[in-house]
């Protein structure tokens, strides 16, 4: 089953884990049973349908704007990350 | 003192005009005393820079061009310290330093250039930063701006340098140096921390993705953590602006051939080191910035005037002003319903469990508060609109 790993300020909707098992042969899939298994991660990631605008998700370590987005194959060994923009730099 | 290959720099630092505002910058006893101290040789020679020039990749020439190119690091926070000490002890000729904020206790944990003595004395951090550098580096040209980056000062900020890097804590200010970066043909090295995470890229426009190719938009308020709500590591900062800081140098020599061409995430506590590959986003994305010519945070149209400070319970209001504002003033009107004190940099007032700091410009940071209608409210109540 591929690996999703969950950013820091994601994992307290995902059971305080940086990381969890989820089943599909799509990012879309993945994130799917991610989101069906932990329901508070929904909203975080989806608007409707569709990734929210700030979310970007990796599947090792390619961008999957540039694959084939939500539709993008997933192998049982792959990695799906979502990735946070990082705003801080403190002042 | 000198290796074979080694050539000092043989300039009258005073024919270099506009470069070397030795007056202007408060320079001029400094660099006498050390002067005399170490020889003019020393001085303003390439010397201290030879373990530098030893580095193969760099060699003398790279030296050359680091000292005679021109950086604007936006924001002196802990990203601006960092950035800052390693560019001036570097040779960077000139480094502009743009911050809005006065020093605070809760700053030396990270902000590498600043001392208990800069906290007590209400200096702003671009000022601090700036003494400090001159006294690491008296070659070099250093110039403070006590200002807030904002649309209407950014391009006036950055069109004179060969390099921009950021040193903020925000988003709206990031897409700013990104749609001047990107109008000016400019490159820049975006970094960001929270806790002991932290991500950078060097966008170079038409060559790589730029920041809104990567990042399309940024998370709403309250939708992740700050530095307020998350806190930030010294460590963590220190990493990230050093990685902006080494590709910096490979800009200004020229020698891009290793630029890193990721989004690279650290994460320190964890130790995990991530290259994501952006590259290819180019010309992929439909970016709005880079492919289709739109800057919305440099006309205008996105950006506010106001901002919630990360970390402190602060909004910023910015009314832009002509004139200066009256210090003596306003301290004896505002004297009669709160506490209050004013240099010639900044008045601050305290009442109703808020904190104001105003600067001569009109800008104002309120204490006490996350709510930018409030923050307003105050803002007219207390210093009128």
């Known amino acids: 089953m591929p690996l999703v790993r969950i950013p820091t300020p994601l994992r307290p909707h995902a059971g305080g884990n940086d990381s969890a098992n989820a089943a599909g042969a799509t990012v879309g899939e993945v994130l799917n049973s991610l989101t069906s298994d932990h329901p508070d991660l929904r909203s975080r990631l989806f608007d409707g349908e569709d990734l929210r605008r700030f979310v970007n998700v990796y599947v090792n370590n390619e961008d999957i704007r540039f694959l084939d987005d939500l539709d993008t194959p997933v192998a049982p060994t792959d990695e799906v990350s979502i990735i946070p923009a990082v705003a801080g730099g403190s002042v | ?385």
């Open chain 2, 1 to 385: 003192m000198k290796s074979a290959s080694f050539q000092p720099l043989r300039v009258d630092l005073s024919e270099l005009g506009g470069m070397c505002e030795w007056a202007r910058t408060g320079n001029a006893l400094h660099r006498e005393s050390v002067h005399q101290f170490l020889g003019p040789l020393v001085i303003e020679s390439l010397e201290r820079y030879s373990r530098q020039m030893r580095f193969g990749p760099l060699g003398e020439e790279g030296q050359r061009r680091i000292s005679a190119s021109r950086v604007t690091i936006c924001g002196c926070g802990a990203l601006g310290t960092v950035l800052a000490n390693h560019l001036a002890r570097a040779g960077v000729g000139f480094i502009r330093v743009v911050d809005r904020d006065f020093i605070e206790i809760h700053n030396l944990q990270r902000q590498i250039l600043f001392d208990e003595d800069d906290v007590a004395s209400n200096l702003p951090k671009a000022e601090a930063a700036a003494r400090k550098m001159r006294l690491i580096n008296s070659q070099i040209t250093v110039e403070a701006v006590v200002t807030d980056i904002d649309h209407t000062n950014i391009l006036s900020l950055v069109s004179d340098v060969d390099l921009i890097l950021d040193g903020t804590d925000n988003f709206e200010t990031r897409y700013l140096i990104n749609d001047a970066a990107v109008k000016l043909g400019k490159p820049w090295i975006f970094g960001g921390v929270i806790g002991s995470e932290g991500q950078t890229m060097t966008i170079i426009p038409g060559k790589t993705p730029c920041l809104r190719c990567v990042v399309e938009t940024s998370p709403p308020p309250g939708m992740t953590p700050t530095c307020e709500t998350a806190g930030v590591l010294g460590p963590a900062v220190s990493t990230i602006a050093s990685f902006e800081a080494i590709e910096a140098l490979k800009i200004l020599s020229g020698k891009t051939d290793s630029l890193n061409r990721d989004l690279i995430m650290v994460d320190l506590w964890n130790w995990s080191f991530r290259q994501l590959k952006v590259a290819a986003l180019l010309g992929k994305v439909d970016c709005p910035t880079c492919r289709h010519g739109k800057f919305e945070w440099l006309d205008g149209t996105m950006g506010s005037q106001t901002t919630t400070l990360c970390g402190r319970n602060a909004v910023q209001i910015s009314t832009r002003r002509d004139d200066i504002l009256d210090f003596q003033e306003m301290a004896s009107r505002l004297s009669e319903i709160g506490n209050v004190r004013h240099n010639a940099f900044m008045l601050r007032f305290e009442t109703e469990g808020h904190e104001f700091t105003v600067f001569p410009d009109g800008r104002a940071i309120i204490k006490g508060t996350n709510d930018i209608a409030k923050a307003k409210s105050l803002y007219a109540q207390f210093l009128g609109s």
